[in-house]
């Protein structure tokens, strides 16, 4: 009686050695299945991180567009800086021949003026008038056109020519503008085209990512998207509540007083618990 009670206790002892071995692997095995499904997320949290960054690069390339339309401007105002320095120039000279006009037309009205009481001339005097109003207008225009063309200089950064000379410099710098501008400006807009498709796909990675990493959230178990998709896809074919097809994970739930053994157990029946359970009638 002594030989066999001591064999059973010997057997209860290995039974449960081998219990405690058992656990033991199957929570290693557990361990290492969290750690392989983690890696993704990892790795897409990394993507995502990079993808944000650019989205800082983009924004601050955003940032620059001012100076980007400031050139703009600049070449737009040289092209109509160019513009009034030519009228500027032969306003100028119809300035001057106006004034030398008009003076001789007042000497010829004094004298017409100092002839009228013997001479009737009161027509050509009106003639004279007219042609003085209209020499008068036409320096109060090149004047105004003058006006435009230093608030031109100013806004460019230019001197106010003084002669000739200075006139020139001008002329020739907006020459010099006007080159190189529109090879600024065709550089920039290629790179703000590239870099809006960057900013477009960057978007999109970065809303699947999100997608994905919400979906990991707000599931309760760890059964992949793809498989519970294809769930969907059947019990929609099979005209069936998704109730009725469970995966065996979703009915495996650990009680309280066991959740620290909950991943080992994850790791050990993770085949198992992705398999569909089918309902005889199905």
């Given at each position: 009686?002594?030989?066999?009670?001591?064999?059973?206790?010997q057997?209860?002892?290995?039974y449960?050695h081998?219990?405690?071995?058992?656990?033991?692997?199957?929570?290693?095995?557990?361990?290492?299945?969290q750690?392989?499904?983690?890696?993704?997320?990892?790795?897409?949290?990394?993507?995502?991180?990079?993808?944000?960054?650019?989205?800082?690069?983009?924004?601050?390339?955003?940032?620059?567009?001012?100076?980007?339309?400031?050139?703009?401007?600049?070449?737009?105002?040289?092209?109509?800086?160019?513009?009034?320095?030519?009228?500027?120039?032969?306003?100028?000279?119809?300035?001057?021949?106006a004034?030398?006009?008009?003076?001789?037309?007042?000497?010829?009205k004094?004298?017409?003026?100092?002839?009228?009481a013997?001479?009737?001339i009161d027509?050509?005097?009106?003639?004279?008038?007219?042609?003085?109003?209209?020499?008068?207008?036409?320096?109060?225009?090149?004047?105004?056109?003058?006006?435009?063309?230093?608030?031109?200089?100013k806004?460019?950064?230019?001197g106010?020519p003084?002669?000739?000379?200075?006139?020139n410099?001008?002329?020739?710098?907006?020459e010099?503008?006007?080159?190189?501008?529109?090879?600024?400006?065709?550089?920039?807009?290629?790179?703000?085209?590239?870099?809006?498709?960057?900013?477009?796909?960057?978007?999109?990675?970065?809303k699947?990512?999100?997608?994905?990493?919400n979906?990991?959230l707000?599931?309760?178990?760890?059964?992949?998207?793809?498989?519970?998709?294809?769930?969907?896809?059947?019990?929609?074919l099979?005209?069936?509540?998704?109730?009725?097809l469970?995966?065996?994970?979703?009915?495996?739930?650990?009680?309280?007083?066991?959740?620290?053994?909950?991943?080992?157990?994850?790791?050990?029946?993770?085949?198992?618990?992705?398999?569909?359970?089918?309902?005889?009638?199905?």
């Amino acid at each position: 009686m002594l030989e066999e009670s001591d064999a059973e206790d010997q057997f209860k002892n290995l039974y449960e050695h081998y219990n405690d071995l058992l656990i033991s692997y199957k929570a290693i095995q557990k361990d290492e299945k969290q750690l392989e499904l983690l890696t993704p997320v990892i790795t897409h949290k990394e993507t995502l991180y990079a993808q944000r960054n650019r989205d800082a690069a983009l924004n601050f390339v955003e940032e620059q567009m001012p100076f980007y339309l400031n050139k703009i401007e600049l070449e737009l105002l040289t092209k109509y800086m160019r513009q009034v320095e030519r009228d500027t120039s032969i306003a100028h000279e119809e300035e001057r021949l106006a004034t030398e006009r008009i003076k001789t037309l007042e000497q010829e009205k004094e004298q017409l003026i100092t002839q009228k009481a013997a001479l009737n001339i009161d027509h050509q005097v009106t003639l004279l008038n007219k042609d003085i109003e209209t020499e008068t207008i036409k320096r109060n225009d090149k004047s105004a056109a003058y006006k435009l063309y230093e608030d031109a200089c100013k806004q460019l950064e230019l001197g106010i020519p003084s002669s000739s000379i200075d006139f020139n410099e001008n002329y020739n710098r907006a020459e010099n503008l006007n080159i190189t501008l529109p090879k600024e400006l065709e550089s920039l807009s290629e790179q703000k085209t590239r870099l809006k498709i960057d900013q477009e796909s960057t978007e999109t990675k970065i809303k699947g990512l999100q997608q994905q990493i919400n979906s990991l959230l707000e599931r309760k178990n760890r059964i992949p998207e793809e498989l519970v998709n294809a769930r969907k896809r059947l019990t929609e074919l099979l005209d069936i509540p998704e109730a009725e097809l469970p995966f065996a994970g979703e009915l495996i739930k650990v009680t309280p007083a066991e959740q620290k053994w909950e991943e080992a157990i994850e790791r050990l029946l993770h085949n198992f618990s992705m398999q569909l359970l089918v309902p005889e009638k199905i």
